[in-house]
Each structure stands twice: as C-alpha cells, then as structure tokens.
C-alpha cells in the first residue's frame, strides 16, 4: 500500500512538472482578437498579456471615441476568450483533459 501511495505521488510530481512547463510555454504562444470586421486586432499571450493592438486608420478617421472603446473592449475580449481556449488545449495534452475548470 505504500509503495501505491509512493507511486501515485511520483507520478503527481511529474504531472505537476509537465502542467509547469506547459503554463511557462504559454507565454509565448499569441492569439488574436478581431472587431469591427478585423479593424481593430488585440493580439495576447498565453497568460492574458496584451502584446499589442492594432487599430485601422479608417477607423480613426471615420469613427468617435465611443465606438473605438468599444472596438477596443469586444477585441480584447475576443483575444481574452481566445487566450483561454489556448491554455485550455495545452494543458488538456498534458492531463488528458482531467483538470477540474478553472485550473488554467
């Protein structure tokens, strides 16, 4: 029994190595959230960092503060959902998809 216990343990440390290297992985993968029709970009990291935006210079001629805003919040949104999915795939290679939500 408690050479079971010792093994079920080694194998949690390895898992927990693999979750560790994947979650560090993930700042450098990028997904981008579009609105507008791709007018405005928000490209994000892995971990929900904004790396950049991107916004169309059509977009700053013709439109008002208001609706740029809201550009702006539905592409980060986007990149945000996007970001999740992302964190979600990887790990689930690592875990065989047996993360309880909200673990990524």
Do not use: C, F, W, Y
């Amino acid at each position: 029994m408690a050479n079971q216990m010792a093994k079920m343990l080694k194998e949690a440390q390895k898992l927990e190595k693999r979750m560790t290297a994947v979650r560090e992985e993930l700042a450098d993968k990028r997904v981008e959230g579009t609105a507008g029709g791709g007018v405005v970009r928000v490209t994000m990291n892995g971990h929900h960092e904004v790396i950049s935006i991107k916004i169309s210079p059509d977009v700053l001629e013709n439109s008002d503060a208001e609706m740029l805003e809201d550009l702006l919040l539905s592409a980060m949104a986007d990149a945000k959902q996007k970001s999740d999915a992302l964190a979600a795939t990887e790990l689930a290679k690592v875990t065989g998809g047996l993360m309880p939500p909200g673990l990524a």
